[in-house]
């Protein structure tokens, strides 16, 4: 009996959608290799690879990454996994690099997280950290006993500039004007699968229905088996 053949699906949202959460669970129920290209760059920079150092003269900069290192990146990576289902996030980000993968491998499904961007907005701007230890409040969800002030060491909490309004407007712009194209690129193929939602425990049921169409849920069975990932270093 010839073997399912195996997924390659590619996931987008922007910051602050629950593509992380999303993702996890992903993982966890239908043990899909999880590439992030924010993990990779990651790595990447700390090992500080050829690809590591270049990218991190644009990052130092405040540019873009060009699409030819990206793509790069990701492709080199992904040379490892073609014997596993997998799942891409972070990449693509642009129809140039949506172009080169097409000439690597047939992707199968692209899951778009469709959250409101003013849900984002409160989102994200609701959180707030204690600088020194770092724990994380935010204002609807998990608020601080007093307004403002850590609950353990009394001291004042701090809003990240990536959770200021101005910074999260901004963010959420640059995503909407650089993956709408993507998208769109996407849905003419007929692969794209929009899951709509202000909650991320209300969408997930709703991609974990659709992703059991085309995958066992093996999180049961393999609860007691060790797995050993791939190095994710280029």
Known sequence: MAPPPLLRAVIMGPPGSGKGT????II???GMKHLSSGDLLRVNM??????GILAKSYIDQGRLIPDDIMTRLMLNELKGLDQYNWLLDGFPRTVAQAEALDKECQIDTVIDLDVPF???????????????SGRVYNLEFSPPKVQGIDDVTG????Q?????????????????AQTKPVLEYYRKKGLLKSFSGTET????????????TKLPDVSQKDAATPRIWPSLVV
Request: net charge positive; charged share 35%; aromatic share 10%.
């Open 22 to 25: 999303i993702s996890a669970r």
């Open 160 to 176: 990240r500039d990536d959770d200021k309004p101005e910074t999260v407007t901004k963010r959420l712009q640059a995503y909407d």
């Open 118 to 132: 003013e849900t984002i907005k409160c989102r994200l701007t609701a959180r707030w950290v204690h600088p020194t």
């Open 155 to 158: 001291e004042p909490l701090v």
């Open 28 to 30: 966890k129920h239908f």
């Open 46 to 51: 700390q090992k500080k690879t050829e690809v």
């Open 201 to 212: 425990n209300k969408i997930w049921p709703h991609i974990y229905t659709f992703l059991q």
